[in-house]
């Protein structure tokens, strides 16, 4: 394939799904601990379990995706000059909403990790249906590219 990445893009293509995927996973499961973490009283072993997999959670594993997902995708972009179409705009207006949702995700564990928390069940319930809709549409972009 032409491009800068040459022979490589396979392998970039690759490492950019799987990062998508792991990020995704992150994004899905994160907001569903906070939805469990709210039932448990502030300084419990139960809260505090919820805490330390909250952090390895996203320190460990949704974090990095997001790095390597950004990495490998503006590796794509350049590769495949992508800016230049009117469904990469789209996408891109959706993942910046998705760094916002994640950045989210990321203060209300510090709060949670303080015992700081200030929303309910219901409302982490909501937010969790925020990366799935992003999702699909960042999907919808990529594949069918609609314009």
């Known amino acids: ?71 490998f995708g503006l590796l794509l972009m350049l590769h495949l000059e992508a800016w230049q179409e009117p469904w990469f705009h789209a996408k891109l207006t959706l993942l910046i909403a998705m760094q916002i949702i994640h950045a989210a995700f990321a203060r209300w564990r510090r709060q949670f990790e303080k015992d700081e928390n200030h929303h309910s069940e219901t409302y982490y319930r909501w937010m969790n249906e925020i990366p799935t809709v992003l999702m699909i549409g960042i999907v919808i972009f990529v594949v069918v590219k609609p314009f």
């Not at 022979?7 to 994004?27: F, N, P, Q």
């Open 1 to 71: 394939m032409a491009g800068f990445l040459g022979e490589a893009y396979e392998w970039v293509k690759a490492l950019h799904i799987i990062s998508v995927i792991a990020w995704m996973a992150g994004m899905l499961y994160l907001p569903r601990l906070y939805v469990y973490h709210c039932g448990s009283e502030a300084g419990s072993t139960q809260s505090e379990t919820f805490k330390v997999m909250e952090r390895r959670l996203l320190r460990a594993i949704t974090n990095p995706a997001m790095i390597s997902s950004w990495l």
